[in-house]
């Protein structure tokens, strides 16, 4: 620890290990020193490199380090573990830290944390841990963490932050910036001012460059605006996250069923819901559910299970078309040979399209008003790649086989597979976002079976067809 030591002596920047290396990893002497330390459990050292890490880098740092070298970690470092650190993990991660913690500890902590950040620990715990963790703080922040746990999940008012800065319209731009210098209980950074009757209903803001270009004696309510995109708090996050992002708002605020401000959704906020739905609905496609890296081997099988067996029974009704031209594929063994290229193709062909339209339907693009425009696009792409691509197909399979009407055949089949595919990879997200199925989760799984089948089907058929087996 000699040497480790003479870093932490010397803390001029130069001296310092870098975070990161030149590819954007946690760099290997920087995680190498600090897995030193935990084993030597030299916590004056890691108070001088570790603490003045940003949030983001030290949650980068307990991702790659092991479940007891982040206990130790939490223990050395004590009140100077930054615990918003833990809104930056996944939630394996996240439990495991947080239940390894007394209950008063956990409950000291989130007292230092911004509410959506609290909000975002505690909704992960287990029911009982929850109710005594927020017994211990203090009544006006446990009555806000409440509320904000009532809402539904991935709602408005589960991410929103409930400090806030609120005046009444009467007051004057005075008034307001020597209560905003003299009060300690407010937000660390906020962009705006909302303004509120007594009720607390929502009557307007300001944004803070508009306060500093106005008069002092100005009042409140001759240089607010209307708030004319509130966000109900029961709104669902990614909704939410959609209109800050179509009216390029910096902050908006969050309203409750009698338009009372209840908190304020920031860009920040924004930028991490948009992060999690997309990796959501990437996870869905692939079958894995909510699975995170650092789920254990048993909770990474189960969630990935179901989906497996869907699709062994969809790989089973597709193996059960090839039966029913066995005697063909026994009499033209070339058909064996080509027939996975047109199921390959039609299934490719219908992710690209399913993509596209999940990810439209997301974004609210692909709506009751151009569907059909986007339906008939969908078909013409399908149809000039399947007959492009059959072009190329015939003409390879003639060639290989010297058979010119095993070429036509897979070229039929080509398009006749390329065009299913099309229509299916928009048809089906389209009708389970209209039954209210998440298409991200199911759309996969039918795609792939209506091209596989479809595939089959047309090019065995015509073959039976064409050469009268």
């Known amino acids: 620890m000699a040497d480790t030591q003479h870093v932490l002596d010397t803390p001029s920047p130069e001296n310092r290990l870098a975070v990161y290396d030149d590819d954007g990893y946690l760099a290997e002497p920087f995680l190498d020193t600090v897995r030193e330390a935990l084993g030597a459990e030299d916590a004056n050292f890691l108070q001088v490199v570790v603490v003045p890490l940003h949030e983001s880098e030290l949650g980068d740092l307990l991702r790659n380090l092991d479940h007891d070298e982040r206990q130790t970690l939490v223990r050395l470092l004590g009140e100077q573990f930054d615990y918003t650190a833990l809104t930056e993990v996944d939630e394996a991660i996240r439990l495991s830290i947080v239940d390894a913690m007394p209950n008063e500890q956990v409950a000291e902590a989130l007292r230092e944390l911004d509410s959506d950040d609290a909000v975002y620990i505690l909704e992960d715990l287990e029911e009982e841990d929850r109710t005594e963790i927020l017994a211990k703080l203090p009544f006006r922040e446990r009555l806000r963490l409440r509320r904000s746990l009532d809402y539904p999940e991935e709602s ?28 300690e209980d407010l937000p660390e950074s906020f962009a705006q001012i909302f303004v509120v009757d007594p009720t607390f209903k929502l009557l307007g803001a300001v944004y803070l460059d508009r306060i500093l270009r106005a008069k002092r004696p100005a009042k409140i309510e001759e240089i607010m605006h209307e708030t004319r995109h509130a966000i109900p708090a029961e709104t669902d996050q990614e909704e939410a996250a959609q209109i800050i992002e179509q009216y ?46 650092s789920d254990t081997v048993i909770t990474a099988a189960r969630s990935r299970f179901l989906w497996l067996l869907i699709n062994l029974a969809t790989a089973i009704l597709a193996s059960s078309v090839i039966g029913l031209f066995d005697a063909t594929i026994q009499q033209m063994v070339a058909l064996a040979v080509l027939m996975p290229i047109v199921a390959s193709m039609g299934g490719n062909a219908g992710t690209q399209t399913m993509t596209v339209a999940v990810r439209a339907l997301a974004s609210r693009e692909l709506d009751i008003y151009n569907a059909a425009r986007i339906i008939r696009r969908e078909v013409l792409i399908g149809l000039l790649n399947g007959a492009l691509f059959a072009l190329v197909i015939g003409v390879v399979a003639s060639a290989w086989f010297e058979d010119i009407g095993l070429g036509e055949v897979i070229a039929i089949a080509m398009i006749v597979n390329m065009l299913a595919a099309a229509l299916a990879g928009i048809l089906i997200p389209i009708v389970l976002d209209h039954f209210g199925v998440d298409p991200a989760i199911a759309s996969g799984t039918f795609v792939t079976t209506v091209t596989d089948v479809v595939g089959f089907f047309a090019f065995l058929g015509l073959a039976t067809w064409w050469f009268g087996i």
């Not at 408005?156 to 009060?183: L, N, S």
């Not at 959501?280 to 890296?293: L, P």
């Open 248 to 293: 390029d708002l910096l902050s908006a605020a969050v309203v409750d069923e009698n338009e009372r401000l209840v908190g304020v959704l920031t860009i920040d906020d924004v930028i991490d819901i948009v992060q999690q739905e997309a990796e959501e609905d990437f996870r869905r496609m692939a079958g894995v559910g909510d699975e995170e890296i």
């Open 156 to 183: 408005a008012g589960r991410r929103m932050q409930t400090e806030f800065v609120a005046v009444p319209p009467y007051w004057t731009v005075g008034q307001t910036i020597d209560y905003m210098r003299e009060e």
